[in-house]
């Protein structure tokens, strides 16, 4: 069945560090991938999203790339906030209703 | 922009109570969700909806149950409440059951606590 993976956390950076959160998937067919942000307290706020191999999703600064070849969907950024400090769940989507989430990915950025 | 509205954001109720929990959207989509947050086990879908009057369980539907008498609201039950059941309760809707591939979009999820 369909299945995402997320490295797990947290992950401490300095403001303006380079991010990544590694996200690789298993999944039939052509699903579409996601990635969301939840704030403390929070609930989850949709960030950025591919739906096909070789698209680049973006937002806020932040980058994915659905990659087909290594069925990866990593997340990046190339200068990190403190108001970045947030979980990050990758999430799947396939041909059903059903969402498939990672285990989320604390982000903790230090001034 | 989608919007979901969850009632409440924090709630203490007591054991054995019976618990509801609204959501509504504004954006016409078909499907709705009731998921549970909990430390170590990430989100756990409870009841999903595709229809007014539809449901389906999700992975863990044991002490809950839904209504859906409008296709804007979902209703979430806790029929007696037990202490195990204190966790962050999140709702999300999507477009169409019949439209795969698309983003579920969040509420801001209620806090709830049972004592």
């Known amino acids: 069945g369909n299945s995402v993976t997320q490295m797990e956390g947290p992950v401490t950076l300095s403001e303006e560090a380079f991010l990544t959160i590694n996200c690789t998937y298993t999944?039939?067919?052509?699903?579409?991938l996601f990635w969301y942000v939840q704030y403390p307290g929070e609930g989850l706020q949709l960030l950025l999203k591919a739906t096909k191999a070789d698209d680049k999703g973006s937002n806020k600064g932040f980058e994915a790339t659905y990659r087909k070849e290594t069925t990866s969907f990593h997340l990046e950024k190339g200068s990190v906030q403190v108001s970045d400090s947030a979980v990050y769940f990758c999430a799947l989507a396939g041909s059903s209703y059903k969402l498939i989430f990672g285990s989320g990915t604390r982000l903790l950025v230090r001034p | 922009d989608v919007k979901v509205t969850q009632s409440s954001r924090y709630l203490v109720k007591r054991t054995g109570e019976k618990v509801f929990l609204e959501c509504v959207q504004d954006m016409d989509h078909e499907n709705m969700f009731w998921y549970r947050q909990d430390p170590g086990l990430g989100l756990r879908l409870i009841y999903f909806s595709y229809d007014v009057k539809m449901k389906e369980k999700g992975d863990i539907p044991e002490g809950y149950s839904v209504s859906r008498e409008k296709k804007e609201r979902f209703s979430l039950i806790l029929e007696s409440a037990s202490t195990n059941q204190t966790s962050m309760y999140l709702c999300?809707?999507?477009?169409?059951?019949?439209?795969?591939?698309?983003?579920?979009?969040f509420g801001d999820g209620t806090r709830l606590s049972i004592l």
């Open positions: 999944a039939t067919g052509y699903p579409s």
């Open positions: 999300a809707s999507s477009i169409s059951r019949t439209r795969g591939n698309q983003p579920q979009h």
